[in-house]
């Protein structure tokens, strides 16, 4: 019987591997990674401009969240001109309350109403500024007046203007009303309120319609038929 030979393994060469392959051995312990260094200068900023923008924001809203819209002149109007759409604009302000001014969306409210003084381009309206009161009242009646352009103030007179008209005749005119004639009846001066004002014609005279009273309406136009008047601006009271 055969004797069998047992063979010893032969010993594996360092590094040398058979079947299958093992997993690779790393070395030392993975290098960590570098730590991102901080930079306070760019936190710093970062805030910085953060609150900037905070600032402007609150700002912003301080000069628009407390703003509110009222009713302001857009033209130059004249003391009794009616105020009409166009005459009227909405202004946003910063509501002062010493200021009675009249709120937007009040328009229709304004429109059809007299200025009571000579407003101008910008004016905040205010309730004082305006008027529902008509140029005439009960028992008044108009009377045309023809200026002749010496007779016309230098100062424009302007619708809801009180005057007073004068009759001023010469010493031969004094002779004949002394007789009784309906001139001479006539009170001397008569309080008058403008209604209407007519543009110059080419020799400069005005025709100007005047409301006064309905018992001094008849003397004041036969006065204002000789031409001997002249106009007062001012009421004086009479």
Known sequence: ??????????????????????????????????????????????????????????G?????????GVLAISKQ?????????????????SLDPALSTIPAGAESQIIGQRATTTLYSGTLLQASDLSTQPVMTVGDQVVSLHLAQAQVPATPMVPGEELDVVYTPSSSAV?????????????????????DVGSPDSSGDVMVDVACSGQLAAGLAAQASTGDIAVVQGQGGN
């Open 1 to 58: 019987m055969a004797k069998t030979k047992t063979v010893a393994p032969t010993p594996m060469a360092p590094g040398v591997q058979t079947g299958m392959e093992a997993p690779p051995v790393f070395g030392a312990a993975a290098r960590p990674l570098a730590t991102r260094r901080s930079r306070p200068g760019m936190v710093v900023l970062a805030l910085s401009i953060t609150a900037i923008g905070g600032l402007v924001a609150a």
């Open 60 to 68: 912003l809203w301080v000069q628009t969240g407390h703003r509110t």
């Open 77 to 93: 109007l004249q003391a009794g001109q009616v105020i009409s759409a166009s005459d009227i604009v909405v202004a946003d302000i």
């Open 175 to 195: 002779d004949t009303t002394a007789t009784g004639s309906a001139s001479s009846a006539a009170p001397t001066t008569v309080p008058v309120t403008v209604v």
